[in-house]
């Protein structure tokens, strides 16, 4: 295999973009990360699935990740208006990873940048990507932190960018999102959480407030006695309520007396922040020399954690591809990375629609549901949602409104 003249360009040192760059380089190829930022840098999405870890092992990853003592998470419980119902990832129907992490993002993301730095990955960091040119042999403007710039040539480029959006942005991909405008509110507390209080902090905790089945928040134990806090609603519920981030997090918590319970000898010691209109699409996830990963394409909601999971199977699609495609094969990116991408992207969405109707809300708390089908649910839950075999996955839509219409019938 010959060495192309230019290397791999990386946009982004978060996730995807480290995990897409170790596994190049694993096969041998010449790979550069343009980072804009300085790690380690803040960031949410800290509830991993399962799924996640089968990807950060590819990549070589895992033996640092589990020396760095992040919280053990074995699953995910639900709590609404005094129901409680949880979800054991070693209970699923793809009999995948039992177990996962819950992670400060800051540590994880620098990990996995530097574990790619240590196989042989170049990252160049607070260095922006300003302009592009996929005209002939790709090219980027790039802007370093001292404001000078300079053009940077690739063999190939996966953006990896996230919420950047670098070239969705620059060459007018962006296409609107079928979700309506959403805004999280969030912060990291001192939890004070009682240990004897039956509170497991070995699984995220999605609580929905009682009066309103499309706010909801997450709870995310981390293993040093902190956790991270958001809410989630329609921009219509935060009207008057956005000027003080801190009493609008907290308001929204005393409305939820299940949560307000947990909380109670919470320490607010880290100011809120917010994000919104965070879900987005592309008109297409690739194009000659170039590749979109995880959130530069497409980023669902938050609820069910998938941000991550989607960003870390996108990029082991594409390392796999572009291997391939340099290595003299041919190669199609819309058979062979769009489409199989987006059915567990599409089951994904078919989870996070059921739930905003609430529909996917009454599966979650039947009470009797049947073990086998309570662990095809599992699996989704868990981040498997490319595995065909899960009836649940084949057909998400007709299938979770078929079984919702029962539990409603039972419960009526």
Not at 116 to 136: N, T
Request: one cysteine or more; a negative charge.
């Amino acid at each position: 295999m010959d060495t192309p003249l230019h290397p791999i360009v990386v946009i982004g040192a978060g996730p995807s973009g480290a995990i897409a760059a170790a596994l190049l380089r694993r096969q041998g190829h010449r790979v550069l990360i343009l980072e804009r930022q300085r790690f380690p840098r803040f960031s949410i999405g800290e509830s991993l699935l399962a799924h996640c870890l089968d990807f950060v092992e590819e990549a070589g990853m895992l033996p640092a990740v589990e020396a760095a003592g992040f919280q053990l998470k074995n699953g995910a419980a639900f709590a609404c208006d005094g129901r409680y119902t949880a979800f054991d990832f070693g209970q699923t129907s793809s009999k995948g990873r039992p177990t996962t992490f819950q992670v400060q993002r800051a540590r994880f993301d620098k990990i996995l940048a530097d574990e790619a730095e240590r196989q042989g990955v170049e990252i160049r960091y607070e260095e922006e990507i300003i302009a592009a040119d996929f005209s002939a042999q790709p090219q980027l403007r790039v802007r370093r932190a001292d404001g000078s710039e300079y053009l940077q040539s690739a063999c190939f480029v996966l953006d990896a960018s996230g919420y950047g959006r670098v070239l969705p942005r620059l060459l007018d991909l962006e296409a609107p999102s079928a979700f309506p405008l959403r805004r999280a509110v969030f912060t990291h507390v001192e939890d004070g959480i009682d240990p004897a209080g039956g509170f497991d902090r070995n699984k995220i905790l999605i609580t929905t407030h009682p009066a309103h089945r499309d706010i909801w928040f997450w709870t995310i134990p981390f293993s040093d006695g902190r956790c991270s806090q958001g809410v989630v609603a329609a921009e219509h519920h935060y009207e008057g309520r956005l000027g003080d981030l801190d009493a609008c997090l907290k308001g929204f918590i005393a409305e939820t007396p299940d949560l307000a319970k947990v909380l109670e000898n919470a320490v607010w010691d880290t100011p809120a922040r917010t994000i919104g209109g965070y879900s987005a699409n592309v008109k297409t996830l690739h194009g000659a020399g170039f590749a979109l990963l995880g959130n530069a394409a497409e980023f669902l909601d938050p609820v069910f954690s998938s941000g991550v999971t989607i960003a870390m199977r996108s990029a082991s699609m594409a390392a796999a591809l572009l291997g391939r495609q340099l290595a003299g094969e041919a190669v199609d990116w819309e058979s062979e990375f769009a489409q199989p991408l987006k059915r567990g992207v599409n089951a994904f969405r078919a989870y996070v629609e059921g739930w905003y109707e609430g529909y996917f809300q009454d599966v979650i708390y039947y009470p009797d549901a049947q073990e086998d089908i309570r662990e095809m649910i599992c699996s989704i839950l868990a981040g498997y949602a490319w595995d065909e075999r899960n009836p649940f996955v084949e057909e998400p839509a007709r299938r979770l409104r078929m079984l919702a219409s029962v539990c409603q019938g039972q419960l009526s």
